[in-house]
């Protein structure tokens, strides 16, 4: 029997639509590329759990990575707020709620600063692609009360710590009051994903623009990626004459925020933020609350 018979399985959330088959909308004052700047704020586990290492096959305790990660929340995020605050780029912020307990300053600092705040899960070093259910809901429950306890709102947007979701993912956010998710990377604009009681807006967020997967798992140089940035940027310019577009950057504490790679990332991001006035310089929350009033 042709293999054509034997359909693959299908996540169901969205069906098929190419880009340039769509019906227009535009961002605010008719712009065609929103970016934002999108800040990986995570905590992380001693000696236990999942990690994000800098070299990879020590024994614990691994002293060496942990010590690194710690850097990104002493040290790496308060450089980058400084150079966010120098450029006047909106920043919108992924944290894990786990940082409330240990790194209030730094978060006050955010705050002060106006950042946007999403969820980022409780900590980097679980994930919840294995959670029952319940279990799922009540993680989702406990992250968004301790955001909304020190924020004095309840956050909009969630990534999934390691982009890792179950199965009802989708389902149990939107059913706990979110507006988008920021978990799938399959589109350039965002798209609705379907839920079993209505729907939630996927706003898109880099794989590739991503410090973490450039520089650690692909061993690309500060330099690099700063370029990189500066292309993506520049072709997304153009390609956004024809269908509104959106362009995350997302970076993580302990590696963008070393001081070898911010020398770099300041030329990238200065030269985004010298063209404003073509752009609509935003962040993740603003770009789906505008979508989900404008999007087909």
Partial sequence: MPLANFPLRHHGRYADSPIDRRPFFAWPQGRG???????????????????EDLVPGIPGPDVLNNS???????????????????????????????????????????????????AHGRSNSEHQADLAENDERA??????????????????????????????????????????????????QPV????????????????ELNDSAAIIGRHMGARDFADMVIDQFEEMTLQS???????????HAMIAGQPHRIRHLRRALAHIAGQRDSCWLTTAGAIAGHAAQHLP
Wanted: hydrophobic share 50%; net charge negative; aromatic share 12%.
């Fill in 139 to 188: 993680l989702i429950a406990e992250v968004t009360a301790t955001i909304a306890e020190h924020e004095c709102r309840r956050p909009a947007g969630w990534l999934s710590p390691w982009i890792a979701e179950t199965a009802l993912t989708p389902d149990l956010l939107q059913e706990a009051g979110y507006g988008y998710v920021l978990d799938w990377c399959m589109d350039d």
């Fill in 33 to 51: 590329l929103a970016v934002y700047v999108a800040l990986n704020l995570e905590q992380y586990a001693f000696g236990e759990g999942l990690v």
């Fill in 68 to 118: 690194w990660r710690e850097y990104g929340n002493r040290v790496g995020a308060w450089r980058l707020l400084a150079l966010f605050r120098s450029l006047e780029l909106p920043v919108s912020l992924l944290v894990n709620s786990a940082l409330y307990a240990g790194c209030g300053p730094l978060l006050d600092a955010f705050r002060a600063y106006g950042a946007d705040v999403a």
């Fill in 192 to 207: 609705w994903l379907a839920t079993r009681q209505g729907r939630i807006l996927s706003v898109p967020y880099p794989q």
């Fill in 241 to 251: 004459r024809e269908q509104p577009l959106v362009m995350g950057i997302s970076l």
